[in-house]
C-alpha cells in the first residue's frame, strides 16, 4: 500500500468522517483525488505526502449551495447596504451593468480564494446578469486554473423595467438568447462523470425576472439533458406579491406549474411557503440552500431549516452575496446556521454537529453529489478541511472540538485539500495568479463603482 497511498492527514485531534463517524487522533488516506482509508492513530499507511494535522479538527470540505461570486466587486457599497432587497437591487444594476470576461474572471479567482480560506472545497454559482456573452465562461476558467470544485449555475433575467420587472435592458436578455446559450454551456463544460470538478446547473433568477415561458422551457431543457435546476424561492414578501398580481398565484404554485417541483432542484432562501407548501416542496424532493447571514443583514424572514430536516428535504448551506453578505467564509455561514438555529427552536434545535452536517452532506444533497463529496468515507472525493483555532480562542475548550470549532473562533481553514491537492497551505492561498487578480480586481470594483 505504500507506493499506492499520494497523501497521508495523519495527527488529527479529531477526524470527521460523516454524520456517523468520528475517529479521535484518525489519519486519512488519498490516492488518485479519493479518499482510500481512514484509519485510528498507530495504523498509518507509507505516503508519498505526509501532513500533519498537529491535532486540530479535520472535516469534509464545506460546501456552498448558492452564491453570486460576481458581486465582490461591489462590496458594502454604501448607497445600497441599508435597504430593502428590491431597493437593494434596483441601486446596484445599474452598476453591474458594467460586467465582463475580464470582471468575471478575477471575481471568480478571488471568490474563490476567499471560499478555500473558509473551509469551502465545492461551490456553486449563480451568474444570472449577462450584459456580455461569455462571463460564466470566465467563471469556469477561473475555477480550472485554480483545481476549485465548482458548480456553474446560468443565471438569467428575461423581464426589464420595460416588461414589469426590477432590473434595467441592459443586464437581461431574450428567451432565446437565454436558451441557446445554456445549452452551450451544457454542452461546452457540463462534466457528468464521477469527480468532476465542473458542472453546469441552468437557473433562471426568480419569479420576478423571468417569464413563465422561460422557466417552463428550463425545466424541459434540463430534463433532456439531466442537468440540476436553481432559483431563488419564496425569499421576500414583496415576492408573494408580486406573484399574485402578475401570475394570480402565490410563488410556490407558480414554481410547481413551470415544472420546477422536481428532485432535480434545489432553490435559495424558501422563507415565506406555507405549510402545505412546504409538505408539497418536501414531496417532490426539492432542496434549499439555508443563506443565515443574508437573510438577517437585509432584515427578512429566515428558513424554517428544523422543519425542512424534519420532512426530509436536502438542506444546506449558502454564502449567499457577495453584496448582500459581504463576506465568502463557510464557517461563519455554517456558525450563523446554529446560532439562527437554536435562537429559532431553542437550544436543543441545532448543534454543532447538526449546523457541519447542513454545510457538508446536506449541501451536497442539494446539489445532486452526495455519494462522493461532503463526507470523507473511502471512496469519496478527497475534498477536506484542517481548521485552525489560534490557542487563545480555544483556551479551556477540552471537551468536544467541534462544538468548540463553531462555538469559540473565529476558524480558519489551515489546510483545504480538492481532489487531494492542497490549495491552501498554513491559512494562505496556495495560488500563484492570487497576487494579479487581487490587483486587477481594485481597478475594475473602483471603475464599476464610480459609474454611480
Not at 460564466?136 to 428575461?158: K, L, P
Not at 441557446?180 to 462534466?191: F, M, N, P, T, V
Request: hydrophobic share 40%; with cysteine; proline share 5%.
Amino acid at each position: 500500500m505504500s507506493t499506492a497511498v499520494d497523501l497521508l492527514v495523519k495527527d488529527a485531534g479529531l477526524l470527521v468522517v460523516d454524520g456517523e463517524r468520528e475517529i479521535a487522533g484518525g489519519w486519512l488516506a488519498v490516492a488518485n483525488g479519493r479518499v482510500t482509508a481512514v484509519g485510528s492513530a498507530g495504523t498509518e499507511p507509507e505516503a508519498r505526502t505526509v501532513l500533519s494535522a498537529a491535532g486540530r479538527l479535520v472535516t469534509p470540505g464545506l460546501v456552498n449551495t448558492h452564491h453570486h461570486i460576481y458581486q465582490n466587486l461591489t462590496r458594502s457599497y454604501a448607497p445600497a447596504v441599508n435597504g430593502s432587497l428590491f431597493d437593494w437591487l434596483t441601486t446596484l444594476y445599474p452598476l453591474w451593468a458594467a460586467l465582463d470576461e475580464e470582471a468575471s474572471y478575477v471575481s471568480a479567482y478571488v471568490g474563490m480564494a476567499e471560499l478555500l480560506m473558509g473551509g469551502c472545497t465545492s461551490s456553486s454559482d449563480h451568474l444570472y446578469v449577462h450584459p456580455r456573452p461569455h462571463l460564466v465562461d470566465a467563471e469556469i476558467r477561473a475555477a480550472r486554473d485554480i483545481g476549485f470544485r465548482f458548480h456553474a449555475t446560468r443565471g438569467s433575467m428575461t423581464r426589464s423595467v420595460e416588461d414589469g420587472g426590477l432590473p434595467p435592458r441592459s443586464v437581461t436578455q431574450t428567451e432565446e438568447e437565454v436558451l441557446a446559450d445554456s445549452e452551450r454551456l451544457i454542452k461546452a463544460h457540463h462534466d457528468a462523470s464521477p469527480g468532476a470538478l465542473i458542472r453546469v446547473a441552468l437557473a433562471p433568477c426568480s419569479p420576478f425576472s423571468v417569464t413563465k415561458e422561460l422557466m417552463t422551457a428550463t425545466a424541459e431543457l434540463a430534463e433532456r439533458y439531466d442537468v440540476r435546476l436553481h432559483t431563488h424561492l419564496a425569499e421576500d414578501r414583496d415576492e408573494d406579491n408580486y406573484c399574485l398580481e402578475t401570475y394570480g398565484c402565490r410563488p410556490v404554485e407558480y414554481f410547481e406549474e413551470t415544472g420546477w417541483m422536481s428532485d432535480r432542484t434545489w432553490v435559495a432562501h424558501c422563507i415565506y411557503p406555507n405549510d402545505a407548501e412546504l409538505r408539497r416542496l418536501a414531496a417532490a424532493g426539492v432542496g434549499v440552500a439555508h443563506c443565515p447571514s443574508s437573510n438577517m443583514l437585509i432584515g427578512g424572514g429566515t428558513a424554517r431549516v428544523a422543519e425542512m430536516r424534519e420532512l426530509g428535504m436536502p438542506v444546506g448551506i449558502g454564502c449567499d452575496g457577495s453584496a448582500s453578505t459581504d463576506h465568502a467564509s463557510l464557517w461563519m455561514e455554517t456558525r450563523g446556521a446554529l446560532l439562527l438555529g437554536r435562537y429559532r427552536g431553542g437550544p436543543g434545535a441545532m448543534t454543532a454537529r447538526d449546523a457541519l452536517d447542513l454545510a457538508t452532506r446536506g449541501s451536497a444533497r442539494c446539489l445532486g453529489r452526495a455519494d462522493e463529496i461532503g463526507h470523507l468515507r473511502p471512496g469519496a472525493c478527497a475534498d477536506l478541511v484542517v481548521w485552525d483555532l489560534h490557542e487563545v480562542a480555544l483556551a479551556g475548550a477540552l471537551t468536544d472540538p467541534v462544538e468548540a470549532w463553531l462555538r469559540c473562533g473565529p476558524a480558519r481553514a489551515w489546510t483545504t485539500v480538492v481532489g487531494g491537492r492542497t490549495l491552501v497551505d498554513r491559512g494562505e492561498p496556495v495560488l500563484p495568479g492570487l497576487t494579479d487578480a487581487l490587483r486587477t480586481h481594485g481597478t475594475i470594483a473602483r471603475r464599476m463603482q464610480q459609474r454611480a
